[in-house]
């Protein structure tokens, strides 16, 4: 079955440490900058989420990418990309609703979340189990559906 990543916004204290965990994972340095996961801060009203790839199910990233560097892992179910292949249009980036993709400018590539093969760093380090790796069955889907298009909402505000 399916597995998500799920982000409980009311758990995250924006202590950080799920983007130190995955910079580490995926790069050997404590540098958040080079995480795949962002930590979203909204001060002013106490609220803050991790934003990660979602794994859309019908993957908008997959779809424009001229090269064919975004697939879907079979065993994870994860999106994943081929350093090889990214050109670094960029044209995911663009396409995500979520802002989930990240850029790296020394490499001129893609970075995003891969879910560390099965095992993800965030969520094996979240002091406050704010991420967790569940069974996708229809209720959950729904749940990270309906977050998705809160968040999709409050991007859209930030961005204006
Ligand atoms: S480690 Fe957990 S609590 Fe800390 S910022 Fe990340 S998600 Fe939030």
Same mark, same amino acid.
């Given at each position: 079955?399916?597995?998500? =990543?799920?982000?409980?916004? /009311?758990?995250?204290?924006?202590?950080?440490? +799920?983007?130190?965990? +995955?910079?580490?994972?995926?790069?050997?340095?404590? !540098?958040?900058?080079?995480?795949?996961?962002? $930590?979203?801060?909204? =001060?002013?009203? !106490?609220?803050?989420?991790?934003?990660?790839?979602?794994?859309?199910?019908?993957?908008?990233?997959?779809?424009?990418?001229?090269?064919?560097?975004?697939?879907?892992?079979? /065993?994870?179910?994860?999106?994943? $990309? /081929?350093?090889?292949?990214?050109? @670094?249009?960029?044209?995911?980036?663009?396409?995500?609703?979520?802002?989930? $993709?990240?850029?790296?400018?020394?490499?001129?590539?893609?970075?995003?979340?891969? =879910?560390? @093969?099965?095992?993800?760093?965030?969520?094996?380090?979240?002091?406050?189990?704010?991420?967790?790796?569940?069974?996708?069955?229809?209720?959950?889907?729904?749940?990270?559906?309906?977050? @998705?298009?809160? =968040?999709?909402?409050?991007?859209?505000?930030?961005? $204006?």
């Amino acid at each position: 079955m399916e597995r998500v =990543l799920l982000v409980d916004p /009311d758990k995250c204290t924006a202590c950080r440490i +799920c983007e130190l965990a +995955c910079s580490a994972k995926h790069t050997g340095a404590f !540098n958040p900058a080079k995480s795949r996961i962002t $930590v979203e801060t909204f =001060l002013e009203d !106490n609220f803050f989420f991790p934003l990660v790839c979602q794994h859309c199910e019908n993957a908008p990233c997959i779809e424009v990418c001229p090269t064919g560097s975004l697939t879907r892992n079979p /065993d994870t179910q994860a999106v994943v $990309v /081929d350093e090889s292949k990214c050109i @670094g249009c960029r044209m995911c980036q663009i396409a995500c609703p979520f802002g989930a $993709v990240g850029y790296s400018a020394s490499e001129r590539k893609i970075v995003k979340c891969d =879910l560390c @093969g099965g095992e993800p760093e965030c969520v094996t380090f979240c002091p406050w189990q704010a991420i967790t790796l569940i069974e996708a069955d229809d209720a959950v889907l729904a749940k990270r559906r309906a977050f @998705g298009a809160r =968040l999709k909402e409050a991007m859209k505000e930030v961005k $204006v």
